[in-house]
């Protein structure tokens, strides 16, 4: 799974998570607002459904339409599941990331940089 496919960016990799903690209310307003609160990180609301659909292309997300709501003035929200290649994926990078962090020399937390 080493390939560009399924390569995370850093936002998609901050989208994924957002995903899979959502859960079930996992749509572009809750993930921005969970980015906001979580990582301090405000984002476009074009900038969130462009990654989500590149995730959807590389088949880690799926996206489904919920009801059309009076308060949305009648449009419907787009709700994401994670997939389990889409799990599979954020261990993979877990598991790259903590062997990459386990090379740095232990000077690093003594030193400023």
Known sequence: MANKQSYLGE???LVLLSVMVLGADAYGV?????????IDRDVSIGALYA???RLEKKGLITSRKGEATPERGGKAKRYFDIT?????CLKQ??????QMWE???TLF???EY
Not at 30 to 38: E, F, G, Q
Not at 93 to 98: D, G, H, P
Request: charged residues 30%; without cysteine.
């Open 30 to 38: 809750s993930i921005r607002r969970h980015l906001k609160t979580v």
């Open 103 to 105: 090379r740095v020399p």
């Open 84 to 88: 389990a290649d889409g799990v599979g």
């Open 11 to 13: 936002f998609e990799h």
């Open 109 to 111: 937390t003594l030193r």
């Open 93 to 98: 990078t877990r598991a790259r990331l903590e």
């Open 51 to 53: 990654t989500a659909q």
